[in-house]
Nanobody, 122 residues
Framework: QVQLVESGGGLVQPGGSLSLSCVAS????????VGWYRQAPGKQREVVAH???????HYAESVKGRFTISRDIAKKTIYLQMNSLKPEDTAVYYC????????????????WGQGTQVTVSS
């Protein structure tokens, strides 16, 4: 089994910064594509940033130039650096990973973290 655990959320004033981390653990053969998603109250979950297995990154238009996704393969950790935060960035942030398990390397499975709250407010 694979677990993803996020940390780093909290309350920040507009214009401030936060850094989120997501650590993967369990029976992991490889972590393939990874991403951060968010869900605000009353809205659908949306992708914020994504990194493919080859390292190509993709950002939602609303966060381009402000957020940076990165990963440390050796530490099995995914990061999201968020700068110049706005009230509309307020949401629960989830990390997501496509993982190949050591128990069956023929397939990859999708895993989600439990979410971490980010609130941007003065």
């Amino acid at each position: 089994q694979v677990q993803l655990v996020e940390s780093g959320g909290g309350l920040v004033q507009p214009g401030g910064s936060l850094s989120l981390s997501c650590v993967a653990s369990g029976s992991i053969f490889s972590i393939n594509s990874v991403g951060w998603y968010r869900q605000a109250p009353g809205k659908q979950r949306e992708v914020v940033a994504h990194v493919s297995w080859s390292g190509d990154t993709h950002y939602a238009e609303s966060v381009k130039g402000r957020f940076t996704i990165s990963r440390d393969i050796a530490k099995k950790t995914i990061y999201l650096q968020m700068n110049s935060l706005k009230p509309e960035d307020t949401a629960v942030y989830y990390c997501n990973a496509m993982v190949t398990s050591e128990s069956d390397i023929r397939y990859e499975y999708e895993y989600w973290g439990q979410g971490t709250q980010v609130t941007v407010s003065s």
